[in-house]
């Protein structure tokens, strides 16, 4: 039982370097989604998407882009890296036909800008 | 403005006593749901409980019980007889409606939860 992978669990990148955080899932969930946690800040959504070739907007979506070309995939890009992305990333997935509708999560990918 | 609150940062509990996490929602949705999760120092996400806006009783899982008062606003966790191990951060989190038709699920600031021997 894969779940949700992520890829890279670590990262270090130099300011203006670009990325992108690999999301996997293998529990045909039409909803994915991309958190990142900082200290006090709790999980801060980025972007999200309800199935293939649809994706939209969450709280923080500035300097981020993502694509969901598949079901299973969802790609999280960082094209100009800044120190202000330093932070950790959680990939989220969920379905609503299974109740009740819980976000399973990958384990998380610690990304420093330098 | 803040569409889930927790305003207990940090939280203290005796070990085997009861201990309320506070969560208050923002939604103007009749049709929402609202779920609890643990993060231990590993940093892994742990779902808990979940209760959805229509359900009438609170919900419960072993030694989790949610208190839902939804004319407030709030969905409090309540852990019984606390554990060692229960010590981890809490996140509530809230499955809403976007103005699109579509859901997204946005969570809170989180609470540090210290059960003491």
């Known amino acids: 039982n894969a779940g949700v992978t992520q890829t890279p669990k670590f990262q270090v990148l130099k300011t203006g370097q670009s990325m992108t955080l690999q999301c996997a899932q293998d529990m045909n969930h039409e909803y994915m989604s991309w958190y990142r946690q900082d200290p006090g800040m709790g999980l801060r959504l980025i972007h999200y998407?309800?199935?293939?070739?649809?994706?939209d907007q969450g709280e923080v979506p500035n300097g981020y882009n993502v694509s969901r070309s598949t079901t299973e995939d969802f790609p999280l890009r960082l094209l100009s890296a800044a120190p202000s992305q330093t932070s950790v990333y959680f990939c989220a997935s969920s379905s609503r036909d299974r109740l009740p509708g819980e976000l399973f999560f990958g384990e998380g990918s610690r990304l420093t800008v330098l | 403005a803040q569409k889930i609150t927790q305003t207990q940062p940090g939280m203290f509990v005796q070990e085997k006593e009861a201990v309320t996490l506070d969560c208050t929602y923002d939604t103007s949705d009749q049709s929402y749901g609202l779920f609890w999760y643990k993060q231990p120092s590993s940093g892994e996400m742990i779902f808990l409980i979940y209760q959805g806006s229509y359900d009438e009783q609170n919900a419960t899982e072993g030694r989790y019980s949610l208190n839902f008062q939804k004319a407030r606003k709030s969905a409090n966790l309540v852990i019984s007889a606390s554990q060692l191990g229960d010590s981890a951060m809490y996140f509530c989190?809230?499955?809403?409606?976007?103005?699109?038709?579509?859901?997204?699920?946005?969570f809170g600031t989180g609470t540090r939860l210290k059960v003491l021997a």
């Open positions: 998407s309800v199935g293939a070739g649809i994706t």
């Open positions: 989190a809230m499955r809403e409606v976007t103005t699109s038709g579509t859901y997204k699920y946005i």
